[in-house]
């Protein structure tokens, strides 16, 4: 698939121990796997901040109440999940906010590669997958969204994201039957 590129998202440490789903780690290392061997980059999108979260206003709901050390360089739950740790020489692009694109050079990396089709997946799905999606699509990314491939702590945002939403503007697909695309 050229032009491909899979997006890992906020798949860190301590956002992975709030998931309750034990399975999700492996089902997404099973996605993956599946673009590295058909040669398909994967870009690893983090969230992270300078010590003491300059980047992030008091009034911010979400990133102001962060307890200080969180998400900052040294900080262990800011580290990649093992199940999906970039190999040498994958990208990591580090984000300032929800979007994947917002306070970071995704879209240099992407437009630099020539990648046009992005694959979501990610912790919320609520969260950076729909900012992510709404921004991509903005941008005129082809897109494709791995339902299983995403986790939200509300089953239901999730359900309704996935089902009603995010097929008006993406491909929707399972890790399953987006590797068995890729393998035929």
Not at 5 to 27: E, H, K, S, T
Request: aromatic share 4%.
């Amino acid at each position: 698939m050229p032009g491909t590129a899979l997006l890992v998202m906020d798949v860190q440490q301590a956002i992975v121990a709030r998931v309750q789903d034990d399975g999700y780690p492996a089902r997404l290392a099973g996605a993956v796997k599946a673009a590295r061997a058909a040669g398909i980059p994967v870009v690893h999108v983090v969230l992270g901040f300078r010590a003491g979260h300059p980047e992030c206003a008091p009034r911010n709901k979400n990133f102001g109440a962060l307890p200080p050390g969180a998400f900052v360089e040294g900080d262990p739950g800011s580290a990649i999940h093992p199940a999906v740790e970039p190999l040498p020489g994958e990208t990591v692009v580090t984000k300032k906010r929800v979007s994947a694109f917002t306070g970071s050079d995704l879209e240099l990396v992407l437009r630099a590669a020539d990648l046009d089709h992005l694959v979501l997946s990610g912790i919320a799905t609520g969260g950076v997958v729909l900012s992510t999606l709404r921004q991509a699509a903005d941008l005129d990314y082809r897109l494709t969204v791995l339902s299983d491939g995403c986790y939200d702590p509300d089953p239901e945002v999730h359900r309704v994201l996935v089902d009603k939403v995010f097929a008006r503007q993406a491909e929707v697909s399972t890790v399953e039957e987006w590797s068995a695309t890729l393998a035929g």
